[in-house]
């Protein structure tokens, strides 16, 4: 693949030439949809004016999946660059300029966070040294794609205009690059930091950069997500080489802790949401996250979970969805709804029963699993373990066996979990149908 861009006045636009075999990913699941893309920077940033190595992992990070066996991006990178990608991908990234030392941070540069507005992100900025920078993806329909609809933005754009008041340093990168992909989004996990590394020199730059993964993501599901939002990779080495090592504060934390620390500081709550589908003020109460989190909170503070609201809540097409599928994503937050769930509503008990809410031990999913120090910069592990340990408490060894043997968990597997996953299912099926014909009735 060879890679042709332009810049002016902040502008940068891309082209991508693949080659026959490079219209797909490895699975062929995935596919590259469109072969250009823009990004808008500050309308005094180019492409000179930052490390050659810095562009390339911007570029690796758009269209990595659909790199054969090398890519041009057009300009030299440094051999400790081109070697270390090569170690982790097998794949050449060219061309090599061997007399460019690697990328070093500035003196005075700060932490960057791909700040996206949601729970884990915002509970990221609650951790982070006060001098850190937010850098928002403000991901644009291209202009030729008028049939596609985008999330509302509003509560986001509420909150970099709250923190931008609050003196925090805040940028709005808008960009198309997720249409690269199809289906749409983001190639990588970690793609969503490619406005942050484009910035890295710009100024006074950045040292580290972090986002909002959390522990589901970064430990209890690792299989799945090193399989389909990694590639297999370590890309923190890849950082490394740039000197802008990954700082995830959040892997640590389950969304249950995640949640616990952002109503404990009270900071951001005015503005935070997880939806992307609701309003500026208020979430669409018809998604995947909706469903999860508004049964954790009432979980997290005792809450009395009405029937009604249950019955609403498994309504959500995303959610049933979800549920239907082995093994179930998220499982471990259902282990903590349902185990503190008191009620007898027929899907709850059957949900309590599916995913063992009334023997596993849950209340770890409120604390700080420490081994993540791993995930988060050196240079600030110690304020960041400071400030983790005022919001909550750290798990003990015998809690820590629990995050780490979760991955292997294959109940599942099993022909007693899948008759009990069936049995949900029904009562799912049977619950919809019920409700959807109380419906029609209503408006008749």
Same mark, same amino acid.
């Given at each position: 693949?060879? /890679?042709?861009?332009?810049?002016?006045?902040?502008?940068?636009?891309?082209?991508?030439?693949?080659?026959?075999?490079?219209?797909?990913?490895?699975?062929?699941?995935?596919?590259?949809?469109?072969?250009? @893309?823009?990004?808008?920077?500050?309308?005094? !940033?180019?492409?000179?004016?930052?490390?050659?190595?810095?562009?390339?992992?911007?570029?690796?990070?758009?269209?990595?999946?659909?790199?054969? $066996?090398?890519?041009?991006?057009?300009?030299?990178?440094?051999?400790?660059?081109?070697?270390?990608?090569?170690?982790?991908?097998?794949?050449?990234?060219?061309?090599?300029?061997?007399?460019?030392?690697?990328?070093?941070?500035?003196?005075?540069?700060?932490?960057?966070?791909?700040?996206?507005?949601?729970?884990?992100? *915002?509970?990221?900025?609650?951790?982070?040294?006060?001098?850190?920078?937010? /850098?928002?993806?403000?991901?644009?329909?291209?202009?030729?794609?008028?049939?596609?609809?985008?999330?509302?933005?509003?509560?986001?754009?509420?909150?970099?205009?709250?923190?931008?008041?609050?003196?925090?340093?805040? %940028?709005?990168?808008?960009?198309?690059?997720?249409?690269?992909?199809?289906?749409?989004?983001?190639?990588?996990?970690?793609?969503?930091?490619?406005?942050?590394?484009?910035?890295?020199?710009?100024?006074?730059?950045?040292?580290?950069?972090?986002?909002?993964?959390?522990?589901?993501?970064?430990?209890?599901?690792?299989?799945?997500?090193?399989?389909?939002?990694?590639?297999?990779?370590? !890309?923190?080495?890849?950082?490394?080489?740039?000197?802008?090592?990954?700082?995830?504060?959040?892997?640590?934390?389950?969304? /249950?802790? *995640?949640?616990?620390?952002?109503?404990?500081?009270?900071? %951001?709550? $005015?503005?935070?949401?997880?939806?992307?589908?609701?309003?500026?003020?208020?979430?669409?109460?018809?998604? !995947?996250?909706?469903?999860?989190?508004?049964?954790?909170?009432?979980?997290?503070?005792?809450?009395?979970?009405?029937?009604?609201?249950?019955?609403?809540?498994?309504?959500?097409?995303?959610?049933?969805?979800?549920?239907?599928?082995?093994?179930?994503?998220?499982?471990?937050?259902?282990?903590?709804?349902?185990?503190?769930?008191?009620?007898?509503?027929?899907?709850?008990?059957?949900?309590?029963?599916?995913?063992?809410?009334?023997?596993?031990?849950?209340? !770890?999913?409120?604390?700080?699993?420490?081994?993540?120090?791993?995930?988060?910069?050196?240079?600030? @592990?110690?304020?960041?373990?400071?400030?983790?340990?005022?919001?909550?408490?750290?798990?003990?060894?015998?809690?820590?066996?629990?995050?780490?043997?979760?991955?292997?968990?294959?109940?599942?597997?099993?022909?007693?979990?899948?008759?009990?996953?069936?049995?949900?299912?029904?009562?799912?099926?049977?619950?919809?149908?019920?409700?959807?014909?109380?419906?029609?009735?209503?408006?008749?």
């Amino acid at each position: 693949m060879k /890679v042709d861009f332009t810049c002016k006045r902040g502008l940068l636009k891309l082209k991508f030439f693949p080659k026959i075999n490079e219209r797909s990913d490895y699975t062929g699941n995935i596919k590259m949809e469109r072969e250009a @893309c823009f990004i808008r920077m500050p309308e005094d !940033w180019t492409v000179d004016s930052i490390h050659p190595d810095l562009f390339a992992m911007a570029i690796v990070l758009i269209v990595y999946p659909f790199i054969y $066996d090398e890519i041009d991006i057009g300009i030299g990178v440094s051999k400790s660059f081109h070697d270390e990608f090569l170690r982790i991908t097998g794949k050449k990234i060219l061309p090599v300029n061997k007399t460019l030392k690697p990328r070093k941070s500035k003196k005075n540069a700060r932490p960057a966070l791909a700040f996206s507005g949601g729970v884990d992100s *915002t509970v990221a900025l609650t951790l982070l040294p006060e001098e850190t920078c937010c /850098v928002f993806v403000d991901r644009v329909v291209p202009k030729d794609m008028t049939n596609q609809t985008l999330y509302n933005k509003e509560f986001v754009y509420n909150a970099c205009n709250y923190l931008s008041r609050l003196g925090k340093g805040v %940028y709005t990168i808008e960009t198309d690059f997720e249409y690269i992909r199809s289906p749409r989004g983001f190639v990588i996990e970690y793609s969503t930091s490619v406005p942050a590394i484009l910035l890295a020199d710009y100024n006074n730059g950045f040292d580290s950069i972090s986002s909002g993964t959390v522990l589901e993501s970064a430990y209890l599901e690792f299989k799945d997500f090193n399989a389909t939002r990694l590639y297999h990779i370590d !890309w923190r080495n890849l950082f490394n080489v740039i000197d802008l090592p990954r700082n995830d504060v959040t892997a640590g934390l389950s969304n /249950v802790a *995640t949640l616990k620390i952002l109503y404990k500081d009270q900071r %951001y709550i $005015d503005f935070v949401k997880s939806c992307m589908s609701g309003d500026r003020v208020s979430t669409c109460f018809n998604c !995947w996250k909706c469903f999860r989190k508004t049964l954790i909170l009432k979980a997290l503070f005792g809450d009395e979970i009405q029937d009604t609201l249950i019955d609403e809540l498994f309504l959500i097409t995303e959610a049933r969805t979800y549920l239907r599928r082995l093994p179930i994503r998220f499982e471990n937050q259902f282990v903590y709804i349902t185990a503190k769930y008191q009620g007898n509503h027929p899907l709850m008990v059957l949900l309590k029963r599916l995913t063992k809410g009334d023997r596993l031990e849950y209340e !770890w999913m409120e604390k700080w699993y420490s081994p993540s120090r791993e995930h988060i910069s050196k240079k600030y @592990c110690n304020v960041i373990e400071s400030n983790i340990r005022k919001y909550v408490e750290t798990m003990s060894k015998k809690e820590e066996v629990i995050v780490q043997r979760w991955e292997s968990r294959e109940d599942y597997r099993t022909k007693t979990y899948q008759e009990q996953h069936q049995k949900f299912i029904d009562a799912m099926i049977t619950h919809r149908n019920v409700f959807k014909n109380h419906l029609l009735m209503q408006k008749k």
